[in-house]
């Protein structure tokens, strides 16, 4: 009876142990999507604030391509690294692409890829300042009626 009982007991801590495990890869794996997101957000703020007026003598389909990172980043100093991509459209519109990877190539723990599309407004002075192109709104045409 007291065998029974102790393999019990050591059946329930080997599922204790591997509940927690699972629980801890989970958390990992939850953390690195939120991280890759935020990532890809925070890149497209610094390459609109940094944008170079070489930008603006792209011809239409040609294009840009920049590694940002890797960086340290999150709570458990994940490896971060970020492609981004800017391609003219055309005269006044551009796509702006990221591929952000968490982790090493050999281990990726989360992949996260968006875009923008941007849209530069007409310069009507020359005496203002040149801003970035501003993201086009995803329902722009909304009141046509």
């Given at each position: 009876m007291a065998l029974a009982l102790l393999a019990i007991a050591a059946a329930?801590?080997?599922?204790?142990?591997?509940?927690?495990r699972s629980a801890a890869r989970a958390e990992s794996s939850r953390e690195a999507?939120?991280?890759?997101?935020?990532?890809?957000?925070?890149?497209?703020a610094e390459f609109l604030t940094a944008w170079r007026g070489a930008y603006d003598t792209l011809s239409v389909g040609a294009g840009v391509i920049d590694t940002?990172?890797?960086?340290?980043r999150g709570f458990g100093g994940?490896?971060?690294a970020t492609r981004v991509r800017l391609v003219r459209l055309?005269?006044?519109?551009?796509?702006l692409s990221a591929d952000c990877q968490v982790g090493p190539d050999d281990a990726v723990q989360a992949r996260r890829r968006a875009y923008l599309l941007l849209e530069r407004s007409a310069q009507i002075d020359s005496t203002t300042?040149?801003?970035p192109p501003t993201p086009i709104t995803r329902w722009g045409l909304a009141n046509l009626f």
């Open positions: 329930l801590l080997v599922g204790t142990s591997a509940a927690a999507q939120v991280l890759a997101g935020a990532e890809v957000r925070a890149v497209f940002v990172g890797p960086r340290q994940a490896t971060v055309s005269g006044t519109r551009y796509v300042p040149i801003l």
